[in-house]
C-alpha cells in the first residue's frame, strides 16, 4: 500500500477545511460587535465543529480498518515522532470540540438561540470552558504547523513524495 485509503484521504481534507473554517468563524464570531450577525453565526459554527468530531472520528476508524502506507522514513524516531503527532492531532482536534460543546452547554448561548434574543448572548470571556477552547485550539494549531512543515520537507527537501501517500487522486508507482 503506496497511499491512504481514498476514504482516508478525503476525510483528511475534509477536516482540515472544515477546521480552518471553524477557526476563522469562531474569530469572527469574537470580533464581531453585532449581536444579531453573532446570533446568526453561532449555529453555523457549531455544527462546522461536529462535523469536524464526526469526520475525525470516521477517519481514525478508516486508517484502522484500511489500514496505512509503510513508513516514508527508514529512521525509528522519526516515525515514532510522526505517530504520536498524528494521534496528538486527532486527540487536540476531539479535545477542541468537546471544549467546544462544553462551552456551549456552560455559558447560556443556547437559550439566546432559542429565543432569538442577540441580548442573551453571554459574555464568553466568563466562561470557563471556552479557556480550555482556545488552549486545545492553539494546541491543534501547533501540531497542525508542525505536520505541514514536516509534510514539506519531505515533499521539498527529502523529496521523498510523501504528499502523494494522502492525496485523493490514486497514484500507481
Same mark, same amino acid.
Given at each position: 500500500?503506496?497511499q491512504?485509503?481514498?476514504?482516508?484521504?478525503? /476525510? =483528511?481534507w #475534509?477536516i482540515?477545511?472544515?477546521? %480552518? &473554517?471553524?477557526?476563522?468563524?469562531?474569530?469572527?464570531?469574537?470580533e464581531?460587535?453585532?449581536?444579531?450577525?453573532?446570533l446568526?453565526?453561532?449555529?453555523i459554527h457549531?455544527?462546522?465543529?461536529?462535523?469536524?468530531?464526526?469526520l475525525?472520528?470516521?477517519?481514525?476508524?478508516?486508517?484502522?480498518?484500511?489500514?496505512?502506507?509503510?513508513?516514508?522514513?527508514?529512521?525509528?524516531?522519526l516515525?515514532k515522532?510522526a505517530a504520536? /503527532? =498524528?494521534? #496528538?492531532?486527532?486527540?487536540?482536534? %476531539? &479535545?477542541?470540540?468537546?471544549s467546544g460543546?462544553?462551552?456551549?452547554a456552560?455559558?447560556?448561548?443556547?437559550?439566546?438561540?432559542k429565543l432569538?434574543?442577540?441580548a442573551?448572548?453571554?459574555?464568553?470571556?466568563?466562561?470557563?470552558a471556552?479557556?480550555?477552547h482556545?488552549?486545545?485550539?492553539?494546541?491543534?494549531?501547533?501540531?497542525?504547523?508542525?505536520?505541514?512543515?514536516?509534510?514539506l520537507?519531505?515533499?521539498?527537501?527529502v523529496?521523498?513524495? #510523501?504528499?502523494?501517500?494522502?492525496? %485523493?487522486?490514486?497514484?500507481?508507482?
Amino acid at each position: 500500500m503506496k497511499q491512504y485509503s481514498k476514504r482516508t484521504a478525503v /476525510t =483528511h481534507w #475534509l477536516i482540515f477545511l472544515l477546521f %480552518i &473554517a471553524a477557526f476563522f468563524l469562531g474569530h469572527e464570531l469574537d470580533e464581531s460587535k453585532d449581536a444579531a450577525q453573532k446570533l446568526s453565526m453561532y449555529p453555523i459554527h457549531f455544527l462546522i465543529g461536529d462535523a469536524v468530531l464526526l469526520l475525525t472520528l470516521l477517519r481514525i476508524y478508516f486508517r484502522k480498518k484500511d489500514g496505512e502506507p509503510a513508513a516514508a522514513n527508514a529512521n525509528p524516531l522519526l516515525n515514532k515522532l510522526a505517530a504520536a /503527532t =498524528h494521534m #496528538l492531532m486527532n486527540i487536540a482536534v %476531539i &479535545a477542541v470540540v468537546i471544549s467546544g460543546v462544553a462551552t456551549v452547554a456552560t455559558s447560556g448561548v443556547i437559550e439566546a438561540l432559542k429565543l432569538a434574543d442577540p441580548a442573551l448572548i453571554p459574555d464568553f470571556h466568563k466562561v470557563e470552558a471556552k479557556e480550555f477552547h482556545e488552549l486545545f485550539i492553539g494546541v491543534t494549531l501547533l501540531l497542525v504547523m508542525f505536520h505541514v512543515a514536516a509534510a514539506l520537507y519531505h515533499q521539498f527537501i527529502v523529496k521523498d513524495n #510523501l504528499l502523494r501517500r494522502i492525496m %485523493i487522486k490514486r497514484f500507481e508507482d
